[in-house]
T-cell receptor, first 113, second 112 residues
Framework: DAGVTQSPTHLIKTRGQQVTLRCSPK?????VSWYQQALGQGPQFIFQ???????QRGNFPDRFSGHQFPNYSSELNVNALLLGDSALYLC????????????FGEGSWLTVV | QKEVEQDPGPLSVPEGAIVSLNCTYS??????FMWYRQYSRKGPELLMY????GNKEDGRFTAQVDKSSKYISLFIRDSQPSDSATYLC????????????FGDGTTLTVKP
């Protein structure tokens, strides 16, 4: 049983560019949450998707957007990249009705130069 | 001030020691309390979760929650070098732990 898978693992982008990160949830999970983890800090909640809609959002600007597909996979898009967007981006999944056991992927390391 | 505060460490202990990791929080709405382990450059792994106040034990790990003091702890008994990692506490206000508030983690090193 595959867990949460994310791609790409590492990427380098230039300021002002756009990036798309992808996530496939664990089998049986229909809810996906995205987090940003800067070096030396804990993960910060970006947003959550369920039934292809954004259900909750953290304190992140509109440059951060997402999408969930019918197969429950999800994308995180970040526009107009800033140096401060350099971080580990984590995807977490869980069933909607049992949200206290969430599974994280290994993350996508984004470096903005 | 952050909603969740965690001692950053680093914490270094000899193999076999008892380790105590702690977090404090300010939001009274938090009801679910989780501990994650994160190895270097990897995603967090859920160790334990507790609902409301009380203790929960799982093998060498014990989680304690004191809601009256807004204080949670994770104890690791008979610590092993493989326990060396960053430990993150996390909390959520309801059954949807997909939206959790994390501490910044405590880095633990267990020396053989």
């Amino acid at each position: 049983d595959a867990g949460v898978t994310q791609s790409p693992t590492h990427l380098i982008k230039t300021r002002g560019q756009q990036v798309t990160l992808r996530c496939s949830p664990k089998s049986g999970h229909d809810t996906v949450s995205w987090y940003q983890q800067a070096l030396g800090q804990g993960p910060q909640f970006i947003f959550q998707y369920y039934e292809e809609e954004e259900r909750q959002r953290g304190n992140f600007p509109d440059r951060f957007s997402g999408h969930q597909f019918p197969n429950y996979s999800s994308e995180l898009n970040v526009n107009a990249l800033l140096l401060g967007d350099s971080a580990l981006y984590l995807c977490a999944s869980h069933p909607q009705d049992t949200g206290n056991t969430i599974y994280f992927g290994e993350g996508s390391w984004l470096t903005v130069v | 001030q952050k909603e969740v505060e965690q001692d950053p460490g680093p914490l270094s202990v000899p193999e076999g020691a008892i380790v105590s990791l702690n977090c404090t929080y300010s939001n009274s709405a938090f009801q679910y309390f989780m501990w994650y382990r994160q190895y270097s450059r990897k995603g967090p792994e859920l160790l334990m979760y507790t609902y409301s106040s009380g203790n929960k034990e799982d093998g060498r790990f014990t989680a304690q929650v004191d809601k009256s003091s807004k204080y949670i702890s994770l104890f690791i008994r008979d610590s092993q070098p493989s326990d060396s990692a960053t430990y993150l506490c996390a909390m959520s206000g309801g059954t949807n732990a997909g939206k959790s508030t994390f501490g910044d983690g405590t880095t633990l090193t267990v020396k053989p």
